[in-house]
């Protein structure tokens, strides 16, 4: 009789590399995209701009010339730059239109600049619509966590060769569930600092960008902003060589080639 061959060990799994992890996160981004910029391109003509989606492959912006007067909530005071940007499907139907309003102000060898952004409707008229940005990304979110609990690949994963496994039973068709969700979600472990400095101030001035842009809030986030950085470094550099970066080690996972 042959001898039943030895289980798989995870360790002696050839892992993915940096470009083909990127390759594969780019195709599921557009896979997921697509269909939410088709849908915002319809939403937007329907409502004349009032639902829209401003994440996309395609933006063009332009320099305005005269702030709009009643913005709610108002711009920095002294704002002296405006910047109207539309994002569209392909660069043909408008998913997205918005208005950025700033002060820019320079101090020797630093500049500080501090914006309010308010949406526009298809004719320009600055409004508070509705945007869908958020569901597309808890859509991208979703999506990966479902195919990789099931399969253990997203179709980028199969174009590129690679797939993920549960580093206990490398062996299995999929990942569970509960490691598949603390996967993703330790990645945005580094801007954890930075977002909830952000939801702090915002919550705690309105959104009114002159409240929520000062005081000590720009030193703190420039510490928040050096945290975030050097995560990503850290995961850039595991990657690279290809070892498991932090979030695979937490959640107990591999990215291997397929």
């Not at 007067?69 to 002294?78: A, E, V």
């Not at 940007?85 to 820019?104: D, E, F, I």
């Not at 199969?158 to 979600?185: E, N």
Request: glycine share 10%.
């Amino acid at each position: 009789m042959n001898a039943a061959p030895p289980p798989l060990d995870a360790a002696d799994l050839p892992r993915a590399g940096f470009w083909r992890r990127l390759v594969a996160l780019v195709i599921d981004s557009i896979i997921v995209i697509l269909p939410f910029q088709m849908l915002a391109a319809v939403l937007f003509a329907m409502t004349a701009g009032t639902v829209q989606m401003n994440s996309g492959f395609y933006s063009s912006c332009m320099d305005g010339k005269t702030i709009p007067q009643g913005l709610d909530p108002p711009p920095p005071h002294d704002s002296n730059v405006m910047r109207v940007c539309r994002t569209s499907l392909l660069g043909a139907a408008t998913t997205g239109a918005t208005l950025t309003v700033g002060r820019v102000t320079r101090e020797g060898n630093t500049t500080t600049t501090v914006s309010q952004t308010y949406m526009l409707d298809k004719d320009g008229t600055p409004i508070r619509g509705t945007s869908i940005d958020l569901i597309y990304d808890l859509a991208l979110l979703a999506y990966l966590v479902i195919m990789i609990w099931k399969t253990g690949k997203t179709v980028g994963a199969r174009l590129v060769g690679v797939r993920v496994v549960d580093a206990a039973h490398p062996g299995a068709a999929g990942v569970p569930l509960g490691k598949a969700i603390i996967r993703y979600l330790a990645m945005l472990i580094g801007a954890v600092p930075a977002v909830a400095l952000l939801i702090y101030q915002y919550v705690a001035t309105g959104g009114v960008a002159d409240a929520m842009f000062t005081g000590r809030f720009f030193e703190w986030f420039a510490y928040a902003g050096l945290l975030l950085g050097l995560w990503g470094i850290v995961l850039t550099v595991q990657v690279a060589r290809k070892t498991d970066p932090v979030y695979d080690k937490l959640a107990g996972t591999a990215v291997v080639k397929a």
